[in-house]
């Protein structure tokens, strides 16, 4: 019994644990029925908690690669304006790029040349005007005007490049006569590449009266090709009789009584001082524009043709005076006979500069003041300005019209180089002209960019301009006419050195050769030929040049510094002697000018 009343106790005890269980399990399921709502929502509200969060981490994200894209376009137009602003200045400044054929430009220049391996390609090159067509004529052994020479005259007669085989058959040559830099046609930095110089094997680098930017442009990029070049100072007899003109051999033999014997000293120092001041010059501008020294080779076309002749005189002979660099030229070429050319490409620089545009300056009022006072502008005086390309005479002009010769004193300073650094003013001697004339620097050397000449140099200043052209109707002289238009100021266009230019046209028709073979006629009907001839060329050469310029036409003085001299001296020849002939339009030049003076100035100035 007591087994079983306590089996049955413990029976008892187990069912009322199992209903105590059964009441705490529906009482925590109660529980939990009322706390699961609460559960589910705060594990949605962590998840929502989370998402926000990445959604925040992504806007973060976002954000700093906007600031970061922001940066880099800030920094991108940081760059692109400072470029912009560099090519801008590049642009006013003149600066000229490196250009560097392709592959492609070099095959077509090739064919265009007419190149031939096996051969060796000389190009001879330079400004416009100085001597290049005559000095390859004289190099293949022809005089100007022979049958298969290069044509030469006073207008830019080489528009395109010309191929002249070597008539000797033991020189494997080929010399090439290259359109002249600094005319209308062929703007000058961008002459190497235009012309498609890159693929010569030798330069012939013709100077004539300064050594200018663009021998300097074609030396440098020849250097970058590793194409060897001859400096070549060519009209080397013209040159030393110029220099013995300004120094006051224009005097008759018969009326300053010297003897032979005093001539030729004479000449000789004048070639002496010519060789000194040329071989100057060159190193000089060299060592300016950062290139190595090199010789320059003095030459004369009719001693370079007795040369290539064989018929170059003895050693202590008096013709053997004349020669200096020819024969040493001819000696150098032959040295280089197997030079090749070497060649690299990079990218196109922009557009602008590569087409040679040219900006138009227009001066502030500040810059009108400060040239006024740069130039000593006085109310109630005429201020002529002499201006023009380097070497045309502008000094020895403006001596002239002052009634003084160079070297005379209180005259503006001449030479074979660059002697007009700054502005000279030059107060008129006469106190009856209320005129100031003024000797500008001349454009185109190393000191001076061309299409920046007016306005660098304040031309726009000035009551009247006097544009002195020289060898040819140039770029500059189109310019300086062009903007003085746009100021409404006169100008004057003046061909110089008329006499120098007649006796070279004389000189290619072979007058005062030593050719004991050839007969030329009167020299007096010579002179008048040549006078005409070179007349009507320069007034056709300058009437064309201002239709392709889009300038009005107008009229070009035709005049001599000596004449003009005369006439302002009051010492002009009878009509009909033999000395008026050498007089052309020096007298209706000063004419010109003193009356667009006296009306401009309303009626003040005096004559002459």
Request: a neutral charge.
């Amino acid at each position: 019994m007591g087994v079983i009343f306590s089996g049955l106790c413990q029976l008892f005890n187990i069912n009322k644990m199992y209903g105590i269980y059964n009441k705490v399990k529906e009482g925590i399921g109660r529980h939990l029925a009322a706390l699961w709502p609460g559960l589910a929502g705060a594990e949605t509200g962590r998840a929502n908690v989370e998402s926000a969060e990445e959604e925040c981490r992504r806007a973060e994200q976002a954000q700093r690669l906007a600031e970061e894209d922001a940066r880099v376009a800030m920094e991108e137009r940081h760059v692109a304006l400072q470029a912009k602003a560099e090519a801008e200045r590049r642009l006013r400044e003149g600066i000229q790029p490196v250009i560097i054929p392709t592959a492609a430009e070099l095959e077509d220049a090739k064919h265009k040349f007419g190149y031939q391996e096996g051969l060796h390609h000389f190009a001879v090159v330079g400004i416009a005007g100085s001597g290049k067509s005559s000095l390859i004529n004289a190099l293949r052994g022809l005089r100007n005007g022979e049958a298969g020479a290069a044509v030469t005259g006073i207008t830019a007669t080489t528009v395109q490049f010309a191929r002249f085989p070597d008539p000797n058959p033991k020189h494997p040559f080929v010399w090439y006569d290259i359109p002249g830099a600094g005319t209308l046609n062929a703007p000058d930095w961008l002459y190497f590449h235009n012309q498609g110089l890159f693929i010569f094997n030798a330069f012939i680098v013709l100077v004539d009266n300064r050594f200018t930017k663009t021998d300097i442009a074609i030396l440098r990029n020849a250097r970058l090709f590793k194409i060897p070049c001859f400096i070549v100072r060519s009209k080397a007899d013209v040159h030393i009789h110029n220099i013995m003109n300004d120094r006051g051999d224009e005097i008759d033999d018969e009326e300053d009584g010297a003897g032979v014997g005093d001539r030729e000293k004479f000449g000789e120092q004048c070639r002496d001082f010519f060789v000194k001041e040329t071989r100057q010059n060159v190193q000089q501008n060299l060592h300016d524009a950062d290139l190595p020294e090199q010789c320059v080779y003095i030459v004369s076309k009719s001693e370079m043709l007795g040369v290539i002749k064989g018929n170059a005189p003895l050693t202590n002979s008096k013709k053997a005076k004349k020669f200096i660099d020819d024969i040493a030229l001819k000696a150098a070429e032959s040295a280089r006979e197997q030079t090749q050319a070497a060649l690299k490409a990079i990218a196109e620089l922009e557009r602008q500069r590569r087409e040679g545009f040219q900006p138009v300056i227009m001066p502030t009022n500040a810059e009108l003041e400060v040239a006024k006072r740069r130039i000593g502008y006085q109310d109630g005086f005429y201020h002529f300005a002499v201006a023009g390309m380097a070497g045309s005479g502008k000094s020895s002009m403006a001596n002239a019209l002052r009634g003084l010769r160079n070297n005379q004193k209180g005259a503006a300073a001449t030479g074979i180089t660059e002697t007009t650094l700054h502005i000279s003013r030059l107060p008129d001697p006469n106190p009856g002209r209320p005129f100031v004339w003024y000797d500008i620097p001349g454009a185109g050397t190393l000191q001076i960019e061309d299409w920046q000449y007016f306005h660098k140099q304040g031309l726009y200043i000035f009551d009247a301009l006097i544009v002195l052209i020289d060898n040819r109707f140039t770029s500059i002289d189109i310019a300086i006419l062009r903007n003085a238009r746009l100021f409404k100021i006169p100008c004057y266009i003046v061909r110089s050195k008329a006499d120098i230019h007649i006796r070279n046209i004389m000189h290619d028709s072979g007058y005062e050769s030593d050719d004991e073979e050839y007969d030329f006629g009167d020299p007096e009907k010579l002179e008048e030929q040549a006078r005409d001839f070179f007349i009507t060329k320069t007034r056709e050469n300058v009437q064309q040049s201002l239709r392709d310029a889009g300038l009005p036409d107008q009229r070009v003085y035709i005049v001599s510094k000596s004449e003009m001299l005369c006439v302002i001296k009051g010492n002009v020849p009878p009509v009909n002697s033999k000395k008026a002939k050498k007089f052309i339009d020096e007298e209706e030049f000063l004419s010109a000018l003193e009356k667009d003076a006296d009306r401009r100035r309303g009626g003040g100035a005096a004559g002459r």
